[in-house]
């Protein structure tokens, strides 16, 4: 596990990247959901994290890159406290466990960013995405922060490839999220309520970790891609589709979909599309590698959907040409995947074009491939998502025929029959490896059509 | 349950409350965890609900206490929404939902604003508690907001008491409070980690309505009053205490605390303090009515705590005497309970001086009752908790030994015995009614040791 040497090398590591000034990590505070000391479930900033270790509210973290020494700033319990919060760490020992020497209370931050602002020198801070935050920052600097892209790309350059202690974490998120995916099959049949089963998975996440990656998705209306009301009662011969992930204690995520037949078999018209999709997902898994545009994997799993439908008589037409005019978009109108770590989406608050993007693939405007959230080299140590899908939504299939998009390879007169379809995603988690890719996670979720249907007798 | 009607004169109702000039209410954004596009489960503001009763985020509404005409504010989805989010009400179908006639976009709100501010119009706002409210009350008024006293308070006089429908919503959040209690005690035996009750009840509550009303408190250190960490493994002769609450899907709460013997059957020393706080619990039933100061029903229960401790020669001196001198707030360090409603500490965001107390009760300062959320007098149908506890805080007493605190009335020598106690707090929610009171829920969560010793037995 993560002692606190491993935050003392990341600091120093960091350092060596910047040139100089100071970079201000502020952690997260408390985040209110109906008052003030009503909180929704802590969640620590995930570069905070990264750097300091520490999962409490409260604190923030300077990282002077000129003289060396790192600072963490917080206020340290009173006997008050204690009736409320029981016996805490005190800043000190806090800062021993992220292997920081020195520590200050919070009030002492103001005058140190004061300082350094009068000095001339440097404050690098990453974009907040919490108001919170950014009234912090706007207090302490005395203006609108302005973000050090400096500060992203270095952090993004040693977050983006995970250690065999970080695999491990991921790892034990997916294990959660197998038992979350698992429970959701036992339970998935006609008259059951959508919120029944995530609410059950929501539970389960938090029992053996931290609690979900992001909102569960558990729907039968899988073309609605982030559908977040349960309200639905499952129907026989309809598709329910569940993305849903884990967050380990330590807030590595997994991130896996499934979806299944509410009646415990696919008719024949679910297989034929189900299919599809999982042989898009497996040849994701052959194709990647380090060295590989993730948008030229995200184009592999374009063509096996467009051969698929064209066997489906649903396209027509090259299939180079279908793919390069971006005509599996009205079917798979979201990107194969993205970067996961600490973040479900690694990094998102960090900026798409740093993240998932660099100097020399930078995202695209044309429809094959603009709705990557990824499209740069895969790298060793990297964990991408990789989720095709095929959905038929009634909206984006009158848009496309009444604007003629891709009209000489969609065959829009057959896709009436598939208007009450749904939709179908197959997800799961990839290592880069230094020659390919493997799956995370040491069970595999059921996932062919018959592991499926058989999981789904289980009581 | 509630219609277009009931929203419609819920604001009729305040504009007769308020002098002149609008109110602006600004419902809840979506609330980042870890980067924007991650957002914690949705939470409505309490008030915008209530005079609004739209669930949705990134809606506003305006109340002009002049004209009589109500706004609401909002934007209407995009194709490219719908293919994330899925159908979606316009803003003048939510609107016809809320009674409300006139809509406009979002950037209209600025507008208007600042012509009431041009106009020396007051603009009714309520203090904010979120970052992300904080900074659009900024950005709107161009300055730090000035909340209305005036409007806390014709608020606080209407959702004090509940309407029928209002219980009927409560009750139904009591109803799942019973699920996750019961579930709680099946599950609780040696060897279970704290985690695994808290994330199973926290899942039924989302299975059955929109999720806890509260971060659970499930902790062998009951002492702690506001113990939001999980990691205990459950032992053999401790005690376990759940603090647990729903929220119905129309965001209603309930609100329950049980304590349990982890061995399934209570020791006798700790059933000795068990059956005290039971006797306190239900004496403040007893009690409760219309008219009577909520700070009397706390120092009854006060007065049951302290005769018991008595028994046991924890406490000696008169009963009397040692309730005002406040004795009984070494073991009872809060006050007895809070208002419920909407928000499980209804309207905490308010100001406590008008919710818990007004210009006859303030809070007092004397330790006899200085902890007491809620002082002022009940009027039928207020909502309250009633949660006595009985706590033995090593580190409170060692604070009162040392200081004398009480030294007359607390057998300091007698408390070695309790240190590793821990905690034991019973709560139930009470509805005023107009000769009484009665206990909402309609299946009561097991309390007398029997009942709850006979309930952990079961699978």
């Known amino acids: 596990m993560f002692t606190f040497q491993t935050y003392v090398r990341r ?17 997260n505070r408390e985040s209110a959901a109906n008052y003030t000391s009503n909180a929704y479930h802590f969640r620590q900033d995930s570069t905070f994290l990264y750097y300091f270790g520490l999962n409490l509210p409260d604190l923030a973290g300077v990282i002077d890159l000129d003289s060396g020494e790192d600072v963490l700033y917080g206020d ?56 919170e935050t950014e009234l912090l920052l706007q207090s302490l600097l005395g203006r609108k922060p302005e973000v050090s892209v400096e500060l992203i790309r270095a952090v993004v350059s040693m977050r983006d490839k995970k250690s065999p ?61 982030h559908n977040h009301c349960y309200d639905g009662v499952l129907e026989p011969g309809r598709l329910l589709l569940v993305d849903a992930g884990a967050e380990a204690v330590s807030n590595y995520c997994s991130d896996n979909t499934r979806t ?38 995200h184009l592999e799993a374009a063509r096996v959907i467009i051969e698929g439908l064209k066997s489906l008589g649903l396209v027509k037409g090259s299939t180079d040409e279908a793919v390069a005019a971006g005509a599996h978009a009205l079917f798979l109108p979201h990107g194969l995947g993205h970067l996961m770590g600490l973040d479900v989406h690694d990094m998102e608050n960090l900026g798409e074009q740093y993240v998932g993007y660099d100097a ?21 140590g990297m ?13 984006y299939i009158d848009k496309w025929r009444k604007e ?6 969609i065959a829009f007169d057959r896709l009436a029959a598939y208007e009450s379809f749904g939709g179908i995603r197959l997800e799961d ?31």
């Open 383 to 395: 964990v991408v998502t990789v989720e095709p899908g095929i959905y038929f939504i009634p909206a």
């Open 11 to 27: 600091r120093d590591e960091l350092r060596h990247l910047l040139q100089g000034g100071i970079v201000l990590l502020p952690g």
């Open 165 to 225: 202690e970080e695999i491990a974490q991921i790892e034990e998120a997916c294990e959660t999220g197998y038992r979350m995916h698992t429970a959701a099959m036992r339970m998935c049949r006609p008259g059951v309520v959508e919120r029944e089963i995530a609410g059950a998975i929501e539970g389960i996440a938090m029992q053996y970790g931290w609690g979900v990656s992001f909102l569960s998705i558990v729907s039968q209306h899988g073309e609605t891609l």
């Open 76 to 131: 340290d319990f009173t006997v008050d406290d204690i009736i409320w919060m029981g016996p805490q760490p005190t800043i000190a020992e806090l800062g021993s466990w992220a292997g920081v020497k020195k520590t200050a209370p919070s009030a002492a931050l103001q005058g140190v960013v004061q300082t350094a602002l009068t000095q001339g020198r440097k404050i690098h801070v990453l974009p907040p995405y919490r108001g």
């Open 404 to 409: 003629g998009i891709c009209k000489d390879f």
């Open 260 to 297: 299944m037949p509410v009646s415990g078999r696919f008719n024949r018209q679910q297989r034929e599309v189900y299919d599809i999709v999982l042989a898009a997902h497996d040849r994701a898994f052959e194709v990647a590698r380090p060295g590989i545009p993730y948008r030229d994997v």
């Open 360 to 380: 020399e693939i930078v995202r695209s405007t044309e429809l094959a491939t603009k709705a990557c959230r990824m499209g740069r080299r895969l790298e060793t």
């Open 429 to 459: 988690d990839l290592l880069v490896t230094s020659d390919g890719s493997r799956m995370l996670g040491d069970r595999r979720i059921p996932i062919t059509p018959e592991e499926v249907e058989e999981y789904m007798q289980r009581d």
